[in-house]
């Protein structure tokens, strides 16, 4: 009788996933508590990744503790340290740079709580610290970026001069953009990047790092910004040069926010690469099963397409960011 009880009990704990959420204990109420440290604010990809999360975490019935690192690798340590304290069931983290994660999240690790990365990967030998990492393929969508410039200026031999607005110093999305387009634009010289600096991620950095490109190169036929919150900072400084952004400057933008599709139906931006921010619902159910002790790829990578300007009108109401 005693054993057929223990037997029904735990069953149950089973069922209602109480069971698999002992860690927390500060949730209270059998939910599974995710702790969540978010890169900062910085672009409108960001904002639409931050709603995302909060919003699928309400609809899984999950107990999310959100927080904003304002773009500083100290604020996510703090932040990752706060929820081992909490004894949080899953932290998840979207990295603001690549480097410097080890001695954290040995910390999560040693204390038995599963990491997740979201977004963007860091650069670790040991690939025990995280059980996944969910998020764009960064080096294709560089690619993918300079596919599209090759394409455009096929049968031309002419010189293509470049600027390069790289995002985030140190970050996965700066490194790999930079490093997917090298490799496609290395195998024909008539394509030069003459000059290349970080514009931080935000339009006011991206209009900002444009007026000195401006002004320090007449001969620009190109700017390659790393996302598109740049690219608009940038068709500003454009602007106030009083040239033409899209015709005199071709554009290639990564994301895909609305203002880009916008920018692109007005002629602005030539082409824009896509990033999908919508993780919430994935990350939501990787958390589920994590917390239920089953298997995740390391890897989960987020599909993407490329949208040129003709595309952009048709494409611009279904646009979900
Ligand atoms: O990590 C994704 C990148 O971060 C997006 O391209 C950019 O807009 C954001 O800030």
């Given at each position: 009788m005693?054993?057929?009880?223990t037997?029904?009990?735990?069953?149950?704990?089973?069922?209602g996933?109480?069971?698999?959420?002992?860690?927390s204990?500060s949730?209270?109420?059998g939910?599974?508590?995710?702790g969540?440290?978010?890169?900062g604010?910085?672009?409108g990809w960001?904002t639409?990744?931050?709603?995302s999360?909060?919003?699928?975490a309400?609809?899984?019935?999950i107990?999310?503790?959100?927080?904003?690192?304002?773009?500083?690798?100290?604020n996510q340590?703090?932040?990752?340290?706060?929820?081992?304290?909490?004894?949080?069931?899953?932290?998840?983290?979207?990295?603001?740079?690549?480097?410097?994660?080890?001695?954290?999240?040995?910390?999560?690790?040693?204390?038995?709580?599963?990491?997740?990365?979201?977004?963007?990967?860091?650069?670790s030998?040991?690939?025990?610290?995280?059980?996944t990492?969910?998020?764009?393929?960064?080096?294709?969508?560089?690619?993918?970026?300079a596919?599209?410039l090759?394409?455009?200026?096929?049968?031309?031999?002419?010189p293509?001069?470049?600027?390069?607005?790289?995002?985030?110093?140190g970050?996965?999305p700066?490194?790999?953009?930079?490093?997917?387009?090298?490799?496609v634009?290395?195998?024909?010289?008539?394509?030069?990047i003459?000059?290349?600096?970080?514009?931080?991620?935000?339009?006011a950095?991206?209009?900002?790092v444009?007026?000195?490109?401006?002004?320090?190169?007449?001969?620009?036929d190109v700017?390659?910004?790393?996302?598109?919150d740049?690219?608009?900072?940038?068709?500003?400084?454009i602007?106030?040069a009083?040239?033409?952004?899209?015709?005199?400057?071709?554009?290639?933008?990564?994301?895909?926010?609305k203002?880009?599709?916008?920018?692109?139906?007005?002629g602005?931006?030539?082409?824009?690469?896509?990033?999908?921010?919508?993780?919430?619902?994935q990350?939501?159910?990787i958390?589920?099963?994590?917390?239920?002790?089953?298997?995740?790829?390391?890897?989960?990578v987020?599909?993407?397409?490329?949208?040129?300007?003709?595309?952009?009108?048709?494409a611009?109401?279904?646009?979900?960011?």
């Amino acid at each position: 009788m005693r054993k057929t009880l223990t037997t029904i009990i735990a069953l149950a704990l089973v069922a209602g996933g109480v069971a698999a959420c002992g860690n927390s204990d500060s949730g209270g109420d059998g939910k599974i508590v995710l702790g969540f440290s978010q890169v900062g604010a910085e672009s409108g990809w960001r904002t639409a990744n931050t709603k995302s999360i909060q919003d699928s975490a309400k609809e899984a019935g999950i107990t999310l503790k959100f927080s904003d690192a304002q773009q500083k690798q100290e604020n996510q340590i703090k932040a990752i340290r706060t929820f081992i304290q909490q004894k949080v069931d899953v932290i998840a983290f979207s990295p603001v740079v690549e480097s410097g994660w080890d001695t954290v999240l040995k910390e999560a690790k040693a204390k038995k709580i599963p990491v997740i990365l979201t977004d963007r990967a860091i650069d670790s030998k040991d690939t025990s610290l995280y059980k996944t990492f969910l998020g764009s393929d960064f080096v294709e969508e560089g690619r993918r970026s300079a596919q599209w410039l090759v394409k455009a200026t096929e049968g031309s031999t002419d010189p293509v001069t470049i600027v390069e607005l790289q995002g985030t110093t140190g970050s996965a999305p700066a490194i790999d953009r930079k490093e997917g387009f090298a490799e496609v634009i290395k195998a024909d010289p008539k394509f030069q990047i003459i000059a290349s600096q970080t514009g931080d991620f935000t339009r006011a950095k991206g209009k900002e790092v444009m007026q000195a490109f401006l002004k320090a190169h007449k001969d620009i036929d190109v700017l390659y910004a790393h996302n598109d919150d740049m690219a608009l900072g940038a068709i500003q400084a454009i602007e106030e040069a009083g040239l033409k952004p899209g015709t005199d400057i071709k554009i290639i933008s990564v994301d895909g926010v609305k203002d880009a599709f916008v920018a692109m139906t007005e002629g602005k931006i030539n082409v824009v690469v896509e990033c999908n921010p919508l993780l919430g619902p994935q990350l939501m159910d990787i958390v589920k099963k994590v917390v239920d002790g089953q298997e995740t790829p390391q890897r989960i990578v987020t599909e993407e397409g490329v949208f040129t300007a003709d595309q952009a009108a048709a494409a611009l109401p279904n646009r979900k960011y």
